[in-house]
């Protein structure tokens, strides 16, 4: 993405800096300023020991990198958000940190989901206090090093450059159905998409406050969904639990049969809750190898 317009301002604002340093600290130190100013111009506010590696040769020797970052660290001018990856403290007028930046930075791979996803589709008007992301691999927060990880609702949280990432782990054959957007000049990041968020609805309801409140969510959105593209995605998730509830859902909620007929014919060897946080009942829909346990208040 072109970044062309940001150029002078940042040259102004790092090389201001530099001038007024130049008289109160060292030659290496000033070098050090020259190398986040290079860095910042080309990644933006944050960064990672990759990409500063491509930049030593311009301003300070190889062998100096790590000590120049642990200076510039100690200094106040960067901060770790993880090991090899950095965030710009006190970023000039007009550079934008967003949160969803700083989660994908901090886990890899991931996609920005959930509740998250659904405000950045405008499928709901609540703002999330929290990031969440999925991520298909195992994630070991700097608190679950120390043995003391928060999860106020079962799921770790990663909190870091005054943001709180909830991560939320899932199969990596569940991978799937993400868009990239980009939510500063930098940086670019994956999201899931609308059909694949409205597939979590009914996938993880337990993440948005039950199966009704997701269905509720689900009736809202559903005239802005490709309706053939959810149902195939529910297939691919190839979890029968899934696929049988999402087609009852969607036929409660009016959408054709002809629509659902994939859904349906997918076989599945038990029967399923409905809603998997209710006690069961004894109603079963045979068509959906459903049992009906859903409690509205």
């Known amino acids: 993405m072109n970044i062309t317009y940001y150029d002078n301002m940042l040259m102004a604002y790092y090389r201001s800096i530099i001038y007024l340093m130049s008289n109160t600290v060292n030659y290496a130190q000033v070098n050090g300023l020259h190398l986040l100013e290079a860095a910042v111009q080309q990644f933006g506010p944050i960064f990672g020991m990759a990409q500063l590696e491509g930049l030593v040769d311009k301003t300070i020797p190889r062998s100096r990198l790590r000590w120049t970052v642990s200076a510039l660290i100690q200094s106040g001018r960067l901060e770790p958000l993880k090991r090899g990856m950095y965030i710009l403290k006190n970023p000039p007028p007009g550079m934008e940190l967003h949160p969803f930046a700083v989660a994908a930075a901090l886990v890899q791979p991931s996609v920005i989901s959930h509740w998250s996803a659904l405000a950045h589709h405008g499928f709901t008007t609540q703002v999330p206090r929290m990031v969440q992301i999925s991520a298909p691999g195992k994630i070991v927060t700097p608190e679950m090093r120390q043995g003391k990880a928060r999860r106020p609702r079962g799921r770790a949280v990663w909190k870091a450059a005054g943001v709180e990432v909830e991560i939320i782990h899932i199969q990596p054959r569940a991978f799937f159905g993400h868009q990239k957007i980009w939510v500063t000049s930098w940086n670019q990041v994956a999201i ?99 049992i009906e346990n859903l409690r509205r208040a």
């Open 192 to 290: 899931t998409d609308p059909e694949r968020t409205a597939l979590d609805l009914i996938a993880r309801p337990d993440v948005f406050g039950g199966l009704p409140a997701a269905m509720d969510i689900l009736e809202e959105i559903l005239s802005r969904l490709d309706l053939p593209k959810l149902v195939g995605y529910g297939v691919d998730y190839h979890v029968g639990a899934v696929i049988k509830r999402l087609g009852w859902c969607l036929e409660r909620l009016g959408v054709a049969q002809a629509l659902l007929t994939h859904l349906q014919q997918v076989p599945v060897h038990n029967k399923t809750l409905l809603d998997p946080r209710a006690p069961a009942s004894a109603i079963v829909n045979e068509r959906w190898q459903i």
